[in-house]
């Protein structure tokens, strides 16, 4: 029995009973033949054999959803051209919490009332650190900021939000007419191809220039040259932004009568946000997933630009160096008064369950009598700076390098894979068909693989020719122990299928030797194994 579920905008709901599916889905078009419809995913069939044999894998591979395939023929390409051009502005910051104790709740006689998650830590934001980037000219940079105070979330996006207006207003300002030489005007004239999208120019070209030096860049569609300008959103960036600075973000962020549109990872975890129609929210670990310690040592002193020119000779040897901060005897916000540096025992961490390495604290105290701190507000506001100048250097080099290699802001995008997406549509200029088919998608699902790393079976005795203790009454054995690393990326970079597909209708007398190796056409195939004892 099927039911369909009725609403109106009050809020009533009733069933109905579908006495036939195919009837009630099925809108007539000039091919008045019956189709057949799959509940799991509204994908017609025209017969109901097909229909059986689409339900054997439906559920599997697309769940209870339906889906929407593309036109026969379509095909994708990069057209992201507008992320060749850097952001003018990055905000990057970073929250440091007071760890609020909580009570511990004493263990309740029955098991299924408890809970698997056990609270004994509220964490608070009680200051932040940001400071401001400008991609072209440092003297637009904005000073570090910092603040220490219980609303210290709030007063953030109040502080981002009026960051984000200065930096549009500073790009209105800093644009500039275009200078053009009569060698570049010659070269205009005759040019053949757009400078952006490098298709065929007709009558609609423009001269395209660089709006902020005003240098001229090439000839352009008129289409092209009016997406590719400068873009007015500010990215905020946070390291670890969707494990942690994103939750005290959003305590705050309903205050403020802005939009807000949130890209998820799951209920708890986004992987960006937006507030209003400037500020974006991203996470360096979406593109580099290591701490920032680790990040930190693969850098050279001299990529640090920003740490350097904030701090000099030891100063600098010092703040790149990794720190420790005593997260749990910060509870209330006034021991940052506290006299001297906390003792050992105050750096453990119950979340892993370990003390502070005696050479980190030695650390700690060397840097505390370096820059001559009385007090703990001193040690923390030295902290919270490295952090956030730190993450500045790291993610502004990981910019110059993509925009080296592939001429692509990582500014722009929210993750490693969008990114890595657009840098291949764009470095191999292919056109990639996309698949129209119900049954040739579900083909190409089911048949994906992954996930297992390690197979192996705890012991396995070897018995063959080769061996001194071979027994020529047992069966012969082999053992041959197989170690691959990224397998991923191997496969990922073997020639791989980009358009025309189509089914195999005759497949006695097929040389399969035809689609192996470098040859332009291939094949996917279904293969059924049976193993005979």
């Known amino acids: 029995m099927e039911l369909l579920l009725l609403g109106d905008s009050e809020g009533s709901r ?50 209870t959803q339906a889906i929407n395939l593309p036109k026969e023929g379509t095909k994708i390409k990069f057209k992201n051209h507008r992320n060749s051009m850097p952001v003018p502005f990055v905000i990057y910051a970073d929250f440091e919490s007071i760890l609020v104790p909580e009570e511990r709740k004493v263990n309740l006689e029955n098991p299924e009332d408890k809970s698997s998650t056990d609270l ?17 000219d440092d003297k637009y940079s904005g000073e570090y900021k ?24 500073m790009v209105n ?28 120019l007709g009558e609609d070209r423009v001269r395209d220039h660089d709006h902020v030096t005003g240098m001229y860049r090439g000839a352009a569609h008129n289409i092209c040259n009016l997406k590719y300008r400068i873009t007015w959103k500010v990215p905020v960036v946070f390291h670890n932004l969707r494990g942690y600075d994103s939750h005290l973000i959003m305590q705050e962020i309903g205050k403020f009568k802005m939009n807000v549109n949130v890209i998820p990872n799951n209920m708890e975890k986004y992987i960006s946000f937006s507030l209003g129609k400037n500020l974006v929210f991203i996470d360096s670990i979406q593109f580099m997933a290591s701490s920032l310690e680790a990040l930190v040592s693969n850098l050279s002193p001299e990529d640090f630009k920003i740490v350097g020119k904030r701090w000099k000779g030891e100063d600098f040897n010092l703040v790149t160096q990794k720190g420790v901060f ?10 940052l008064d506290t006299e001297g540096l906390p003792s050992k025992d105050k750096f453990y961490s119950s979340l892993y369950e370990s003390e502070v390495k005696e050479e980190d604290y030695q650390r700690a105290q060397k840097v505390w009598d370096h820059f001559k701190m009385k007090t703990l507000r001193d040690y923390h506001d030295l902290y919270l700076e490295t952090d956030v100048l730190v993450l500045a250097d790291v993610f502004e080099n990981f910019r110059r390098t993509c925009l080296e290699s592939y001429e692509l802001d990582p500014a722009h995008y929210m993750s490693a894979p969008s990114l890595s997406w657009d840098a291949f549509l764009k470095q191999s200029s292919e056109e990639i068909e996309l698949v129209s088919d119900m049954d040739m998608f579900q083909f190409f699902e089911k ?3 992954g ?49 025309e597909f189509e ?14 190796g470098d040859n332009k056409r291939g094949m996917v195939l279904e293969v059924y194994i049976t193993v005979i004892l």
């Open 326 to 335: 005593p997260y749990e005897f910060l509870d209330n916000i006034s021991k």
């Open 120 to 136: 004994y830590q509220t964490h608070k934001a009680c200051s932040f650190g940001l400071k401001t980037v400008c991609h072209y």
């Open 14 to 63: 009733h069933y109905v009973l579908i006495k036939d599916v195919n009837r009630m889905l099925f809108s007539v078009s000039k091919h008045t033949n019956k189709k057949h419809f799959c509940l799991h995913c509204l994908h017609s069939c025209v017969s109901k054999e097909v229909l059986e044999k689409h339900k054997e894998t439906c559920l599997e591979v697309n769940g």
């Open 447 to 449: 048949g994906m693989r």
């Open 451 to 499: 996930g297992t790393s390690y197979i192996a079976h705890r012991h396995s005795a070897a018995n063959n020719k080769y061996m001194e203790t071979y027994d020529e009454s047992s069966e012969n054995k082999y053992l041959m122990y197989l170690d691959a690393n990224n397998l991923y990326g191997w496969a990922m970079s073997q020639p791989l299928p980009n358009g």
């Open 173 to 200: 300002n800093i644009f500039k007419k275009m200078v053009i030489t009569p060698k570049q005007e010659f070269e205009f004239q005759a040019a053949r191809n757009c400078s952006i999208c490098g298709n065929d």
């Open 146 to 169: 910092s603040y220490i105070g219980e609303d210290a979330a709030l007063v953030f996006l109040k502080t981002v939000l009026k960051e984000s207006f200065r930096c549009r207003e």
């Open 503 to 516: 089914w195999v209708e005759e497949v006695d007398g097929m040389n399969l030797e035809d689609y192996l």
